[in-house]
């Protein structure tokens, strides 16, 4: 099979039943994408697949034949972070930090997508992303942060 992974062009030979978590993680050792409950649940795993926020544990891998995967990793351009990643890191929106890569993905999806104008929107349409420690409330402001900086 074929995907273009961060940009980069990759052919992989996996077994059917591996997920794209498992091939992300396992065969090509990009751990920033956590394995949280793996039922699709906690939205630890979430990674943009052509764009599109998905639940990487979910996913079989041939399902996405020719699709193109990022991750985590892949949404900084050299040393310069993702907006939504540097807003992230400016209010501090992490705790154990474990949820923040998928939460980081679903933001950006959730930017793209363009249906989230208020806090109680962005609390809506990131309650596929379910950690909701302390840093919660620093999560919604760096959402809001990033969307304010990209309308200008």
């Not at 091939?23 to 906690?42: A, F, P, V």
Request: proline content about 4%.
């Amino acid at each position: 099979m074929a995907l273009a992974i961060n940009g980069v062009p990759r052919r992989l030979e996996v077994a059917p039943w591996t997920s794209l978590l498992d091939l992300l993680r396992e065969h090509l050792d990009l751990t920033g994408t956590k394995k949280g409950c793996d039922h699709g649940q906690c939205g630890a795993c979430t990674v943009l697949v052509d764009g599109v926020r998905i639940n990487s544990c979910l996913t079989l891998a041939v399902m996405k034949d020719g699709a193109e995967v990022t991750t985590i990793e892949g949404l900084a351009e050299g040393d310069a972070l993702h907006p939504v990643q540097r807003a992230f890191v400016e209010h501090d929106a992490f705790q154990c930090g474990y949820c923040t890569p998928g939460q980081i993905c679903s933001a950006v999806a959730l930017m793209a997508e363009g249906r989230a104008k208020t806090p109680d929107e962005i609390r809506e349409l990131m309650s596929g992303n379910i950690c909701r420690c302390g840093a919660y409330p620093n999560i919604v402001a760096a959402i809001e942060q990033a969307m304010a900086e990209r309308e200008g």
